[in-house]
T-cell receptor, first 112, second 112 residues
Framework: TQLLEQSPQFLSIQEGENLTVYCNSS?????LQWYRQEPGEGPVLLVT?????EVKKLKRLTFQFGDARKDSSLHITAAQTGDTGLYLC????????????FGKGTLLTVNP | DAGITQSPRHKVTETGTPVTLRCHQT?????MYWYRQDPGHGLRLIHY???????DKGEVSDGYSVSRSKTEDFLLTLESATSSQTSVYFC???????????FGPGTRLTVL
C-alpha cells in the first residue's frame, strides 16, 4: 500500500489567520485530489492537480502540486468559520481501475 | 452536486444479521465504489465496480460482498454483521478514465 501522509492531523486557529496543510508520499502521484468533508456529510471535491509544479486557486484556497509530484499543499488565506472541516488528499493510482488512496486527513477548526 | 443517494442513512442492527446498503446514481457513471470511514483510519476502499456485473475487491473486503445488476445501483452486503463493521459507509462514483470521485452522503451503521 502506497501511503499518503497528511500533516498536521489537527489544527485549531482563529478566524482571519492563514494556514497550510500538507500531503506527502514516497512515490509519484499520477494525480492528486483535495476534498473537504463536513460533519455528517460525504467528502466534496475541491480540486484535482495532475502536473508537477501546478498551482490552482479557489477563492481563498491555494493548492500546489510539488515539482516531483510526490507532495502537495493547501494554503488558506484569512480563514473563516465556514472553512472548518476535514481536509483529505487522495492520490490516483493510474492504471485502468481509477482507484484512489486517501490520506487520514487534517481536521481544521476555525474559531470565531 | 452529483446525483448520488444512499439508503438507509442510518441503521442499527445486531451481530449476525445480514445487512444491505444501497447506492443509487443518476449520472450514468461507469465506476462505483464503496468505502468505510473510521477514526484513525481515514477512508478505506471495500469494493469497487467498473461496469455492470464487473466488480473487484479493495483493501478491506473481508466480510463484505457487492453486486451491480444495473448501471445506477451498487449494493453492499454484510452477510453476517459483526461489531467491527460499525462504521460510516460512503459510496462514490466516477466517470470513465478519470481519478475524480464524487461521494454520496453516507450511511451510519451500528452493529450491536
Amino acid at each position: 500500500t502506497q501511503l499518503l501522509e497528511q500533516s498536521p492531523q489537527f489544527l485549531s486557529i482563529q478566524e482571519g489567520e492563514n494556514l497550510t496543510v500538507y500531503c506527502n508520499s514516497s512515490s509519484v502521484f499520477s494525480s492528486l485530489q483535495w476534498y473537504r468533508q463536513e460533519p455528517g456529510e460525504g467528502p466534496v471535491l475541491l480540486v484535482t492537480v495532475v502536473t508537477g509544479g501546478e498551482v490552482k486557486k479557489l477563492k481563498r484556497l491555494t493548492f500546489q502540486f510539488g515539482d516531483a509530484r510526490k507532495d502537495s499543499s493547501l494554503h488558506i488565506t484569512a480563514a473563516q468559520t465556514g472553512d472548518t472541516g476535514l481536509y483529505l488528499c487522495a492520490r490516483g493510482g493510474g492504471g485502468s481501475n481509477y482507484k484512489l488512496t486517501f490520506g487520514k486527513g487534517t481536521l481544521l477548526t476555525v474559531n470565531p | 452536486d452529483a446525483g448520488i443517494t444512499q439508503s438507509p442513512r442510518h441503521k442499527v442492527t445486531e451481530t449476525g444479521t445480514p445487512v444491505t446498503l444501497r447506492c443509487h446514481q443518476t449520472e450514468n457513471h461507469r465506476y462505483m465504489y464503496w468505502y468505510r470511514q473510521d477514526p484513525g483510519h481515514g477512508l478505506r476502499l471495500i469494493h469497487y465496480s467498473y461496469g455492470v456485473k464487473d466488480t473487484d475487491k479493495g483493501e478491506v473486503s473481508d466480510g463484505y460482498s457487492v453486486s451491480r445488476s444495473k448501471t445506477e445501483d451498487f449494493l453492499l452486503t454484510l452477510e453476517s454483521a459483526t461489531s467491527s463493521q460499525t462504521s460510516v459507509y460512503f459510496c462514490a462514483i466516477s466517470e470513465y478514465q478519470t481519478d475524480t470521485q464524487y461521494f454520496g452522503p453516507g450511511t451510519r451503521l451500528t452493529v450491536l
